[in-house]
């Protein structure tokens, strides 16, 4: 059983950085790519970055140059760096993983918020 736990998350000031981990377990060859999505309250679940075991990334434009993913294989540990928040950086942070043969997350995390003040 693949289990994802998110951790990190907190209140941080406008300008400010946080950092999000997501640690894996079981299912050795289940999260050979993993994601970060998010959740605005009210709106749709959207992809922030992923990251495969090779160390090959990819983010949303609306992220990228602040928020960078980075995995630490031998922890089986995904991170998410993030910088110069803003306020619409707020949302649940959700860690998800898939095999590579599969085109969708398989797996998700329970979520971490993120709040950003202004």
């Known amino acids: 059983q693949v289990q994802l736990v998110e951790s990190g998350g907190g209140l941080v000031q406008a300008g400010g950085p946080l950092r999000l981990s997501c640690v894996a377990s079981?299912?050795?060859?289940?999260?050979?790519?993993m994601g970060w999505y998010r959740q605005a309250p009210g709106k749709q679940r959207e992809w922030v970055a992923q990251i495969f075991s090779g160390g090959t990334t990819s983010n949303s434009d609306s992220v990228k140059g602040r928020l960078t993913v980075s995995r630490d294989n031998a922890e089986n540990t995904m991170y998410l760096q993030m910088n110069s928040l803003k306020p619409e950086d707020t949302a649940v942070y959700y860690c998800?993983?898939?095999?590579?043969?599969?085109?969708?997350?398989?797996?998700w995390g329970q979520g971490t918020q993120v709040t950003v003040s202004s």
């Open positions: 998800s993983a898939r095999p590579i043969y599969s085109t969708i997350p398989l797996y």
């Open positions: 079981g299912g050795a060859g289940s999260y050979n790519v």
